[in-house]
């Protein structure tokens, strides 16, 4: 190139002098901004990679914890009807007669789980009554009993035969949809 033409343009010679030097500029800030997005991110990433592991072992033992609450199968009450059937053989193997017993499906105060509520009334020996209410609480171990009222019957001729009115809540787990639990 001559030289004459910077000479006879000064805004030729400027541009000249300015584009190059504003371009590496650029380029440099831009890699810059790629580089610091590229270490944000790896750091991202290593963080997960080190908390997945422990979040892979709380997940196991949440999961085992769910699966020695819920019981096995056989135990698991899902229905008002099985909610009944449990709690009368439950009461006829402890040698407890149940007169009245009334179930329904509601959402808990507290938690807002949802539960059914067993309003058992009945008549046994004082033992019966303690062997009914242990063997129900063993067996279900979301149940909860939220009252109970013995009294001694009066129809009984040797004084050993009680009135027990019990009031049962179970948290119905199957229910629940907790990410994956069921």
Same mark, same amino acid.
């Given at each position: 190139?001559?030289?004459g033409k910077f000479k006879s343009s000064p805004t030729r010679l400027t541009l000249w002098l300015l584009i190059p030097p504003l371009i590496a500029a650029g380029v440099g800030l831009s890699v810059?901004?790629?580089?610091?997005?590229?270490?944000?991110?790896?750091?991202?990433?290593?963080?997960?990679?080190?908390? &997945? *592991?422990?979040?892979?072992f709380v997940r196991e033992l949440?999961?085992?914890?769910? =699966?020695?609450?819920?019981?096995?199968?056989?135990?698991?009450?899902?229905?008002?009807?099985?909610?009944?059937?449990?709690?009368?053989?439950?009461a006829a193997a402890g040698n407890f007669t149940v007169n009245r017993l009334n179930v329904e499906r509601r959402t808990s105060?507290?938690?807002? &789980? *949802?539960?059914l509520v067993a309003k058992v009334r009945g008549i046994g020996?004082?033992? =019966?009554?303690?062997?009914f209410l242990g063997e129900v609480?063993?067996?279900?171990p979301l149940l909860s009993q939220s009252a109970l009222r013995v009294t001694q019957s009066s129809r009984s001729a040797d004084g050993s035969q009680c009135n027990a009115e019990a009031t049962?809540?179970?948290?119905?787990?199957?229910?629940?949809d907790s990410g994956g639990v069921r």
């Open positions: 190139m001559d030289i810059y901004a790629l580089k610091l997005q590229s270490e944000w991110e790896l750091s991202r990433t290593q963080s997960l990679a080190d908390a &997945l *592991p422990r979040l892979v949440a999961g085992d914890l769910m =699966a020695e609450v819920r019981g096995n199968d056989q135990e698991n009450v899902k229905s008002e009807d099985e909610f009944i059937s449990f709690i009368q053989s439950t105060d507290s938690q807002k &789980l *949802p539960v020996t004082f033992g =019966a009554i303690q062997k609480a063993a067996k279900q049962f809540e179970l948290v119905l787990v199957d229910t629940l």
